[in-house]
């Protein structure tokens, strides 16, 4: 069981817009600790895809944003293609476990 | 840009040690501008976190490994090794090597560039 929760699956049709969430708890997310959220697509690295809830590394289409808010963080994605279908997770630091901490992962279906 | 590669035994035997290496290239370890860290993912589950060394020789690592876990760096070949002791079925997982990245404006560092990742299977 994650420390960070993630709907296991999500899904939408190419074009449309699909959020993605991760809530924490006091010791993580509600803490202050930034989320980052990565993208896996199969048979590869992880890939991270926002850092500091907000930000897109360069190359990283801005298609992607996030956000952040209490204890919870989510990951939109607009204009949905077939590349986006894979597992995303999001990341941050726990000071109860002293630990970096995942969530555990949300595979995205386009329809 | 920095790149990271994995290497190692891809089957080790219950009870037994698995010994990993982390060699970094584009990029040098002792630079001291990053943490590194391995990271597991089961087959078909979701990442943990497993520990992180920087280019002194400090280390963290997951509470829930520590007991097992041991990671060292050679500056002077510019790598990082990991060595999971007493290990079993639940340990066979794809284990990746990646670099902490900050900015002093980001609370927590976040895991960028990934190695490509090394099976590692326990089975007897």
């Known amino acids: 069981q994650s420390v960070l929760t993630q709907p296991p699956s999500v899904s939408g049709a190419p074009g449309q817009r699909v959020t993605i969430s991760c809530t924490g708890s006091?010791?993580?997310?509600?803490?202050?600790?930034?989320v980052h959220w990565y993208q896996q697509l199969p048979g590869t690295a992880p890939k991270v895809l926002i850092y500091?809830?907000?930000n897109g590394p360069s190359g990283v289409p801005d298609r992607f944003s996030g956000s952040k808010s209490g204890t919870s963080a989510s990951l939109a994605i607009t204009g949905l293609q077939a590349e986006d279908e894979a597992d995303y997770y999001c990341q941050s630091y726990d000071s109860s476990l002293s630990a970096w901490v995942f969530g555990g992962g949300t595979k995205l279906t386009v329809l | 840009q920095v790149q990271l590669q994995e290497s190692g035994p891809g089957l080790v035997k219950p009870s037994q040690t698995l010994s990993l290496t982390c060699s970094v290239s584009?990029?040098?370890?002792?630079?001291?501008?990053?943490?590194w860290s391995w990271i597991r993912q089961p087959p078909g589950k979701g990442l943990e976190w497993i520990g992180y060394i920087y280019y002194s020789g400090s280390t963290h690592y997951n509470p829930s490994l520590k007991s097992r876990v041991s990671i060292s760096v050679d500056t002077s070949k510019n790598h990082f090794s990991l060595k999971l002791s007493s290990v079993t079925a639940a340990d066979t997982a794809v284990y990746f090597c990646?670099?902490?990245?900050?900015?002093?404006?980001?609370?927590?560092?976040?895991?960028?560039?990934w190695g490509q990742g090394i099976l590692v299977t326990v089975s007897s």
């Open positions: 990646a670099r902490m990245d900050r900015k002093s404006w980001v609370s927590t560092d976040w895991f960028d560039p």
């Open positions: 006091s010791s993580n997310i509600g803490a202050g600790y930034d």
């Open positions: 584009g990029g040098t370890i002792s630079s001291g501008e990053n943490y």
């Open positions: 500091g809830n907000n």
